[in-house]
């Protein structure tokens, strides 16, 4: 099954893919953590990243689009994979359907998660006092400037891939507003398991 997670970010996605991998088989796919390897381990990747995912900026179309093609490539992938945070713009959303095609595969769905702006600040503010009460390491883009910068990038950059796949009849939009537990039923009742 080839899945992707749609939605702004601090709507879920992460805890949601976690959750379902298990059930489908497939492995979890997140371009921001393999972006972050990237900046971890100071590759060229990472040094051009870097910066750029600080101030909450999407990391050019070239290298995220290089580092999908090539993890999906793998073994692993063959038989689908659920990515998350990937394609966040339409040319990504595009060449990515390309791409496919010439494997001769497809997406089977697109799945959206739905949370209101208010409630997502709310969401990340808490998730930066939850982590460092408990010495945990805060994302250097979980703060409210880069978090604005971020939200804008999914207003203008990503949310028009929500009509793309309506349009090719691949989206499901799920209340990402709803408790954890409830979001995956619905989730995983939209893919029938
Ligand atoms: P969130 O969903 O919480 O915004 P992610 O972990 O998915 O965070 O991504 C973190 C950062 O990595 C993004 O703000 C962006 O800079 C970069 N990034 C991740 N995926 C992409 C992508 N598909 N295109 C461009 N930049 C990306």
Redesign the pocket.
Known sequence: MRIILLGP??SG??TQALRIVAKLGVPHL????M??GAVAKETPIGRA?KE??ER??????EI?IGCVLERISEPDAAAGFIL??????LR?AKVFDAELEKTGSKLDRVLELKVVEAALFDRIIHRTRAAKADGLPIRS?DNPEAFKV?LD?YRTQTEPLVEYYHNCGLLRTIDGLLPVEQVTSCLLSELQL
Not at 30 to 33: M, N, R, V, Y
Not at 56 to 61: A, H, R
Not at 84 to 89: E, N, Q
């Open positions: 970010p601090g996605k992460g997140s371009t921001g953590d972006l972050r990243a750029v995912m909450g900026d999407l990391v050019s179309d995220v998350d945070g990937f394609p966040r713009t990504q883009d971020r990038a």
